[in-house]
């Protein structure tokens, strides 16, 4: 069973520019979360979708926002960049039916402002 | 609004020896889950133990075992005997239950383990 997929794992923006990142999740799996990882801040929560619907956010300027797809693909947008976007952002997808809540996470998409 | 704090930004362990990792949370809930994550050198986030709210007996996974205190709002991570592929950085995370969850974790700080041989 492949895992969530998070592409591309390495980015390069120039500040003022706009980004998206994309994260498939494991088959079967409805819920998509986005998760901000920085040295200073830690891992912070963006927000959640499930069946293409954000059902959760985070506190983030609106510059941040996503969509789920019907195949449960999410991708993540970030407009007008700033230096201090730089961070790895993780993706997790999990079942979230009943007690089934583990989430797995990608690998991460390393997202460097210049 | 919940928070999770874990106080030890770095630690370190003798191969073959045991170490617990600390961790406490804040939050008016009364469903709720907990969890320990591993974050090696590679950047995937593994999910190490969970433990749910409404369990008295603490989880166990091979090595690993918490011991969770609800009342003190306290849930530590013991790691028995210590292997070299254990070192990494540790989340305690928390999410709500039932109609409050919405797949949002809420992380701490991080302890850095390190475990020399």
């Known amino acids: 069973k492949a895992g969530v997929t998070q592409t591309p794992r390495y980015l390069i923006k120039t500040r003022g520019q706009q980004v998206t990142l994309s994260c498939s999740p494991i088959?079967?799996?409805?819920?998509v979360s986005w998760y901000q990882q920085t040295p200073g801040q830690g891992l912070q929560f963006l927000f959640e979708?499930?069946?293409?619907?954000?059902?959760n956010k985070g506190n983030f300027p609106g510059r941040f926002s996503g969509r789920q797809f019907s195949n449960s693909r999410s991708e993540m947008n970030v407009s007008t960049l700033e230096l201090g976007d730089s961070a790895l952002y993780l993706c997790?997808?999990?079942?979230?039916?009943?007690?089934?809540?583990?989430?797995?996470f990608g690998q991460g998409t390393r997202l460097t402002v210049v | 609004a919940q928070t999770v704090t874990q106080s030890q930004p770095e630690m370190s362990v003798q191969e073959a020896e045991t170490v617990t990792l600390s961790c406490t949370y804040d939050?008016?809930?009364?469903?709720?889950?907990l969890f320990w994550y591993k974050q090696p050198p590679s950047r995937q986030m593994i999910l190490v133990i969970r433990?749910?709210?409404?369990?008295?007996q603490n989880a166990t996974e091979n090595r690993f075992s918490v011991n969770f205190q609800k009342a003190a709002k306290s849930f530590s991570l013991k790691i028995s005997d210590s292997q070299l592929g254990d070192t990494a950085m540790y989340f305690c995370?928390?999410?709500?239950?039932?109609?409050?969850?919405?797949?949002?974790?809420?992380f701490g700080q991080g302890t850095t383990l390190q475990v020399k041989p």
């Open positions: 997790a997808s999990s079942l979230q039916t009943g007690l089934n809540t583990e989430a797995f």
């Open positions: 088959s079967g799996h409805r819920s």
């Open positions: 979708y499930f069946s293409e619907t954000q059902r």
């Open positions: 939050t008016s809930e009364s469903n709720y889950y």
């Open positions: 433990q749910e709210a409404y369990k008295q």
């Open positions: 995370a928390f999410m709500k239950e039932g109609s409050g969850n919405t797949g949002k974790l809420i």
